[in-house]
């Protein structure tokens, strides 16, 4: 049995749209999203909360599939009291276009060959993601956004979402995210997609039945050190000796970076890996005054949280955001959370973080339930 | 021409060194150690300076070789009237063993088989490397060192020599380094090596004419973002488009980093990179008083350095070996300078660091010539 306070069994679902065109003019045509909801959508339809997933992420955000022990990714957040209270919301998730778990992307049949898309799908942006988003709310009849929220790449789809629709965000929640990638997280994504290319599998991306499954590992490698901190890395394996049936390393950090490397291309599209952080790095609201303009049609109340021990996402960025809101007299909660798990910290259960999005959004409510008086 | 200042055309050098036992009980026979030096040993021979080499590097620390442009790894600090002035000292610099530039390591000719010992050369460590520095300056007559030098793994080497030739080693001066890796430090070398070993052309280590260059350039492209700081990346690459002719990137840090993994391979040797960054990970002189006991025999003066912006080897790991110094009482200056380059900071030039080098041994010197009165 599942704990009391889960959102138990779900199921994700795959929605038929409407053609989307993207911005760069191609069209996704069929465009499928695939999503899961949780909690119940009220009569007057305003208490949707959209949550928007990272890099590997996907539509299972919390609950569980049948036959499976294995939540959703931020099971610790959504559920039944918890800081995404399904009691009182309705928590929508959605794949991410350009993803590899249901929703559009270069593993999609293209109707044409019957063959996937693969780098022939069209190149995808945090934009396009959240237009993508915008027309499966739509399809719900879902007008009001109570609230969007997301870590990392969610982060900057949440960002996007209070930009492009300053009419339908109420309420913006953004962790450990920035407004574009700095030179340093280009970068290692960079050396993510250089180890997939250099991947004799690659084949300029028309790999079918033989993916580079060595590269897309060895990019996996790279992003999980970046993911965690040096202060977690030392905790948790030290200079410990390799630990399981994990060969060719001397170290226990070496065959935890192995194994997660290799259990991640069998959930993971190698395409879909150099789409999305592509995405990541080619999104920019830009900094200071370029940022301040784009974030002045902004209507949204902001929470931004940054992590103390998050190297690959500073607090600095998130002090970026916060500052050009408040140039713009647009209303923000800041706070750094002195955390140890690196950047991974906003998906880890985590009692203050639990405790800042439970109070922003219960505000929120009251401040919106004072107006509507 | 080249400027005054610099020590002008050098050559390496090789000796050839009595059989070296390795640590592991493994020989080295014959030892060779390739080798440059500046500046004129006194009669007395006691004012040799040892600089050791990073990952990288090798022996040409200095000047210019014959028919090149292109100056020693540390020209900016050695040479008439620079921080390791060559009208004073006698400056010695090695390659170290494991590695490819001219000591034994597994580029090295095996007689018996009239092929590179490859990946059947035996493993290295800190300390061997130190030992085979060592049967050099024997056979240069030299049974004084009036200073050891290096950052990163040299460094590691200097404090080594501390450690092992207390009665030798009269001054340490140690950049950018630690008394031993942290998790995360391993977790970056061990991407690398795992990016060689999944280079289809590794074949274990014996590749012969057919190298793994993709693999050891993904190696490469990665240590050299962890090389460099968020800052200087900013600065130098911001988020421009590609450079040059290097495709497959959409952006200037990307082209960057491919053009340095691409030349990389031509320099070095993928075995050689396997052994290094093993020794690197392997040294370990411990932490707190596992550390401070390590470091009760030593009698040299220190000076540590450690660079704000140097994320890779943070100055907190230099504070831990002042610490243990200090708590076993011997003289050491350290100091954290404010500069942006990163782990490169030390190989950079860099007035405070070429000021604090030039005074300590200035002090060292006259303070060592006070005793002698």
Redesign the interface.
Known sequence: MFPKDSVGIVRTQIAKLPDLTLENGAVISPLEIAYETYGILNPSRTNAILVCHALSGNAHAAGYHEGSDKAGWWDGYIGPGKAFDTNKYYIISTNVIGGCNGSSGPTTINPKTNKPFGSSFPFVSIQDMVNAQKLLLDSLGINELFCVAGGSMGGMQALQWSVSYPDIVKNCIILASAS?????Q???N??G???I????NWNDGEYGDNPPK??L??AR??GH?TY?S?EL??E????KPPRGNIK???????SY??YQ?ETFVDRFDANSYIYVT?AL??F?LGRGEELTLNLSRVKANFLIIAFSSD?LY?PYQSREIVKSLEVNAIPVTYCEVNFSKGHDSFLVPNPEQHHLIHHFLEFAQNFSIFYEI
Chains 1, 2 share one sequence.
């Open positions: 574009e990638h700095s030179a340093q280009i970068a290692f960079e050396v997609r250089q180890a290319l250099s991947d004799p060595k590269g590992a060895l490698m790279v050190v965690l040096d890395m030392r948790k394996f030290g200079r060719n390393t001397d170290f226990a950090v070496g970076l192995i490397g592509k790095d080619h920019s190297w500073p």
